[in-house]
């Protein structure tokens, strides 16, 4: 499967830092967006960090030069799998020893990742970064929240009280730094042609509805370029209280040639 993409970050209207960080790397199958950790010191560095780490692993796993494991994963998952976890692993562990220096103490970030291989994508998370896939219907979230809402469902026990509900949506239950392991959320996905994927930070999802980013991603006359334009300047209209940051990924449609390849590539095998 091929894929288009388009990514934009923006310092939001009320930040005087931009700590998020993004990554498009197509020709590593690659996709990241982590979000320095608000209240944190160095937010930024942790996501820059993050990214960075991200972005060698895959290099060099492609250049057949693969990391060691750091742990032992799930065998019943595909090698790829394992290695975006794995790969998840050495972010935290960068972040985590980074804090040594006092300047940085405290930091972390989320991420929100999404690996392209064949005709699955896999996508895995720490923090309330999100991965959601459209397939022109629904907005499905694809990742899980680690906040104290939901992990702990607090909405339901203090349904009047706006102030505790926002604390524990924006209290995060992980994040990469904070300790020197840390389990990420993975999921697999088999999108189809004309698909979206779409990583985005809090600074997006707590300023705009999803029902209002189904209607942008839904519009197939505009350019992904326009449409992570149009959602950032959502998020900003609807107060711009962070940082926002958003990742399209479409999965192309096959054309006339791709699907003649296709069929002598399994006449050949």
Known sequence: MKTQSAGKTHVGLKRKVNEDRILLAPELGLFVLADGVGGHRAGEVASQLAVTTMRDYWQRLRAADPPAFFRQFDESLPEIARHLLNS???ANLAVFEAQKEPDYRGMGSTIAVVIHEKDTFWAANVGDSRI???DSERLLQVSQDHSLAEE???QKFFPNLEAEKYFAKNALTRALGIAETIEAFINPIRPVPGDLLLLCSDG???YVEESAIQLVLS????SLERKTQILVDEANEGGGGDNIS?????VEKEGKWDRIKKKFQVKEG
């Open 219 to 222: 519009d197939p006359e505009t």
């Open 246 to 250: 958003v990742i399209l990924v479409q």
């Open 152 to 154: 702990t469902k607090l």
């Open 88 to 90: 998840i692993h050495f």
């Open 132 to 134: 959601y896939h459209f």
């Open 204 to 206: 997006l999802t707590n």
